[in-house]
């Protein structure tokens, strides 16, 4: 474990001053911005879905969708604890922001690094591509008769879903993304 690795005045020092360093984020979101965002996107998503799981998988799917529950759950607390170092007194002192940093203190290797950037960009790229193309699979089944009557089919519906996201590019801190998402 990396946690409490570093000891002595030095150490002590880097601690202070990375707390320091993050206690004074500009544009932080706060924890309810963070409970918003998290609620609209995954418990938006997963109440949409949760039906047709249990049409298609009984159940066993509801079992199966708890249990990753329970392992998003602890995962999600072993990374907060990753987040943290340890002081000679036993305080914890946040000293990292990303997981980018948890990859760089348990491997010390800017492969990591970089792996750690890229497995981010393609989930976030794959996460973006399935909302798409979950939006016009809704929208494509809400209207049907507009697919028989002019052609407007799940490709069409995901191109003019995509409209109104081309304006998000000019949001440009996190804020901005929580509040508005």
Same mark, same amino acid.
Not at 21 to 31: E, H, L, P, R, S
Not at 109 to 131: D, I, K, N, W, Y
């Given at each position: 474990?990396?946690? !409490?690795?570093? /000891?002595?005045?030095?150490?002590? #020092?880097? $601690?202070t001053m990375s707390a320091?360093?993050?206690?004074?984020?500009?544009?932080?979101?706060?924890?309810?911005?963070v409970v918003f965002n998290t609620t609209n996107i995954v418990q938006g998503m997963f109440m949409i879905s949760l039906p047709y799981c249990v049409y298609l998988g009984g159940?066993?799917?509801?079992?199966?969708?708890?249990? !990753?529950?329970? /392992?998003?759950?602890?995962?999600? #607390?072993? $990374?907060?604890?990753?987040l943290y170092d340890t002081l000679p007194d036993g305080t914890p002192v946040r000293t990292r922001d990303s997981y980018e940093g948890i990859a760089r203190a348990a491997w010390?290797?800017?492969?990591?690094?970089?792996?750690?950037?890229?497995?981010?960009?393609?989930?976030?790229?794959?996460?973006?591509?399935?909302?798409?193309?979950l939006s016009g699979s809704l929208m494509s089944k809400t209207f049907p008769r507009l697919e028989k009557a002019i052609g407007l089919g799940v490709h069409s519906w995901t191109m003019i879903s995509t409209i109104p996201l081309v304006f998000?590019?000019?949001?440009?801190?996190?804020?901005?993304?929580?509040?508005?998402s």
């Open positions: 474990s990396r946690r !409490g690795s570093l /000891i002595g005045d030095k150490a002590v #020092r880097h $601690l320091v360093y993050f206690d004074q984020g500009v544009n932080k979101i706060t924890m309810l911005d159940y066993i799917a509801l079992a199966v969708i708890l249990l !990753g529950g329970i /392992i998003t759950c602890y995962t999600g #607390r072993l $990374l907060g604890s990753c010390d290797s800017p492969v990591t690094s970089t792996l750690v950037r890229l497995a981010q960009l393609v989930e976030g790229f794959m996460s973006c591509v399935l909302f798409l193309v998000c590019i000019f949001l440009r801190d996190y804020k901005m993304v929580a509040r508005t």
